[in-house]
């Protein structure tokens, strides 16, 4: 449709394209509804989350407990609230850690080749050569127990594939003609790298991290379910997960609440990761 | 073939980390393995400078990896903290349960996740594609221990239809499998159609519809071939995504296999059951991606040709 003589019309720019997209409008709306709830969340007029009451427990939902209590009396609905804190800032924090060095390590590899690129890539392999989830949970297991050490554990794992990715990337902007005019006119590798190529591969950059805040907050709460991650009394869904096991027989709230949160809030990043995908990808424009 | 030129390299590499892991664990063996004989008395200093010589704990670093690869490579993985048992032989002991229960999550989500993805991209636009596509973003957002304990509720607890935990009988098998394959399940669905949904804009489909071929003969005599060749090399992936599934899917239906045993491992402190399982789980994963590899090879005959031609 492109590039034919005397079409006038307007082609359509990626915010349009993205507004025709139901997906992304609804994982945009989830996004940030949960963004927004989890920021305000303090100043909500909400119980305690960590409040325990034992005379309180396992209650059916009611004015004052929406979604009920849980086995220690405590306000469901806050802990679900409080736990999109939790669940938000440590995906944000892992997600950022992880880019950056796919990023820095992307880059070296890609940039300067040489046995820069084939150590760095060694490295890579190497961690790509263990299911990640295992390795995961094997190095969270021997570090211990918390919810920082769960952040590192998702984060040695993960940052390989992304890695290659960038470097691949990387590659292919190196031959490009912009790279070869700044070198010409004299400008420093970090200045070509920080400038030219990571400016052009931003596109692909963003969408992988949005796409990556879904798998992350799935691979964090499914380490806190394994009782690696949060520890009592923090509100964090997969450990709010393991301890609504016990009690699904009476009160299968406690399982769909936590349950419900987790596949929302990753749908929501799926689908809006999706949708800026297909923003920036002209080639799937027709 | 570069895979087959890293294997070696990969090997040794998989060993050092796995080495290293146990290594950065807190506790010192020798330590606790007193401890564990005198029933959990603290041992004196002498006595866990004695056994720590014999074990020779306070040999430098390269020289114990030496020796520990020297026993991993005769299978022998050391023993538990907490029995003293042998590791490899509790994890072999338990691996046919493991396997049972991936392979057959894995049959399912190719025998129900490929076929959906095929009639998703034949009726492209359709309702039944639609559905298929929800199915697809359900399934990569519902993680398998949301999965697991829902499936439980629901035909456990609620319906009263199957089991909810054990191991021995086919019943008990479905729910544990079912809820370790939807997600690879979903993701097959969805790479499959995609593949598809190129393979059918392809000029040599063009040809074939050109000659007067009936599309269901198209599709499969021409289509799927080619189709399914990118599907193959996911389930390398895949076969890795299941058996760290299976952990989790182990650890909620109580299943007897390997995942069990280094969760028990993590939550007791017994970290050379967690490194045997590390060690365990990496030379299976490259196996298999090695078959896919090969297998790949070998289905596609363009790969011969650039290797004659480079």
Known sequence: MEGIPGQTARRPSALDRMRQDPGAILGFIIVAAAILTAFLAPWLPLNDPTDLNLDNRLLPPSAEFLLGTDHLGRDELSRIIFGARFTLLMAGSTVAII???????????????????????????????????????????????????????????????HARVIRGMVLAARQREYVEAARAIGASDRRIVVFHISRNILGPFVVLATLDMGWIILGIAGLSFLGLGAQPPTPEWGAMLNDSRSYMQTSPLLLLAPGSAIFLLVLGFNLLGDGIRDMLDTTTYR | MRRLATLPLLMVGISIISFLLLNFAPGDAAEITLKRQNSGISPSKEAVAALRQELGLDASLPVRYGRWVSDAVRGDLGESYRTGSSISGELFRRMPATLLLATTALALAVAVGIPLGILAAVKRGTWLDTACRMLALVGAAIPSYVMAPALMLLFAVKLDWLPAIGYGSPEQLILPAVALSFGTMAQLMRLTRASVLEILGQDYMRTARAKGLTETVIVWRHGLKNALLPVVTVLGTSTGYLLGGAIIIETIFGWPGVGQFMITGITQRDYPVVQGFVVYIAVIFLLVNLIVDISYRWLDPRLHFDRQAT
Do not use: E, K
């Not at chain 1, 040489?114 to 190497?126: A, C, T």
């Open chain 1, 99 to 161: 880019m950056l060095i796919a990023l820095v390590v992307g880059s070296l590899s890609g940039y300067y080749g040489g046995w820069i690129d084939i150590s760095l890539m060694l490295v890579v392999d190497l961690l790509l050569a263990f299911p990640s989830l295992i390795l995961g949970v094997a190095v969270a297991g021997i570090l211990g127990p918390s919810l920082i050490n769960v952040m590192i554990a998702v984060s040695i794992v993960w940052w390989a594939s």
